[in-house]
């Protein structure tokens, strides 16, 4: 179905991103890249999507598997978000206001 494609000029994974959640007991996460940090209350995961936060009780990653991108969690899901991408300036303030 969606197999992960390469770029032979590059050696670059695309991957799609997707979740899925369970009961808010069972989340699984595909397009992830690495785990930032985890413990019981929170896990930090790099996405293809940006960084995500899910946080709440009893959290356990039961399935990390980085080479095809896939977490699966288990636990009492109370939050899941994304940060917000740091906006990237282009260039001087003279040089955006006068193009």
């Known amino acids: 179905m969606n197999e992960p494609k390469t770029n032979d000029a590059s050696c670059l994974r695309l991957r799609s991103h997707s979740v899925h ?13 690495d785990v930032g940090c985890f ?3 929170e ?3 790099k ?6 936060n899910i946080a709440g ?4 990653i039961t399935r990390l598997d ?7 969690i288990e636990g009492e899901i109370g939050l899941i978000e994304y940060e917000e991408p740091i ?13």
């Open 21 to 33: 959640m369970e009961n808010r007991s069972l989340l699984t996460v595909s397009g992830v890249t």
């Open 57 to 60: 009780e009893c959290l356990h």
């Open 87 to 99: 906006p990237k300036k282009k260039g001087s303030l003279l040089s955006r206001l006068f193009s």
């Open 47 to 52: 996405t293809d999507a940006g960084d995500m």
């Open 66 to 72: 980085l080479d095809n991108g896939q977490v699966v």
């Open 43 to 45: 896990v930090a995961l």
């Open 39 to 41: 413990n019981e209350h």
